[in-house]
């Protein structure tokens, strides 16, 4: 292998491509928050527990630590326009809820995206705080997605090979 530069500060793109997800949790105000996120990961099957790593400066980070819940959806091609703009802006900034349609969750007080193609609900099992990135324990509570059979089958989600680059 030729060596011809100092990846360092972008190793995680070397990690990519990777499904990204909308993490959908609920503002005081009820509306709900939405922010595009490709780090995460399952960490038990037994019980079922995945991690998001998200900026401890974020408003999902803190929203999720107030409400002790939130949603992963998994988004198909079609969503991919308004993918990138959930991922451009900041939820402090900018009210992004109306970028979807949601849907009351079956086990979560945070909704889901009604367009997506498979969600996963969690709640808040513990926070860990790591450089200027939080992990976040999430306990599966409930798993759907449409066009699943053991693997994807024909309605594939997006994947993002970093910055604003999807395929």
Not at 88 to 104: I, Q, R, T, V
Request: charged fraction near 20%; include cysteine.
């Amino acid at each position: 292998m030729q060596r011809n530069e100092d990846l360092t500060g972008m190793y995680h793109r070397l990690l990519s491509p990777r499904i990204p997800v909308l993490v959908v949790s609920n503002r005081n105000d009820n509306r709900p928050n939405v922010m595009a996120c490709a780090w995460h990961t399952p960490v038990s099957m037994n019980p079922p527990i995945l991690s998001v790593c998200i900026m401890q400066k974020r408003m999902t980070h803190r929203l999720i630590e107030e409400n002790g819940d939130f949603t992963l959806n998994i988004p198909g091609r079609e969503l991919l326009d308004r993918v990138k703009e959930a991922g451009s802006k900041s939820g402090w900034n900018h009210d992004k809820s109306s970028l979807f349609k949601y849907a009351p969750a079956i086990k979560t007080k945070s909704p889901v995206i009604s367009e997506s193609i498979g969600v996963i609900e969690c709640t808040l099992n513990r926070m860990i705080e790591v450089g200027d990135h939080a992990v976040i324990f999430g306990n599966v509570v409930s798993a759907y997605a449409a066009g699943f059979d053991q693997v994807w089958r024909g309605n594939y989600p997006l994947l993002h090979l970093g910055a604003d680059n999807y395929m």
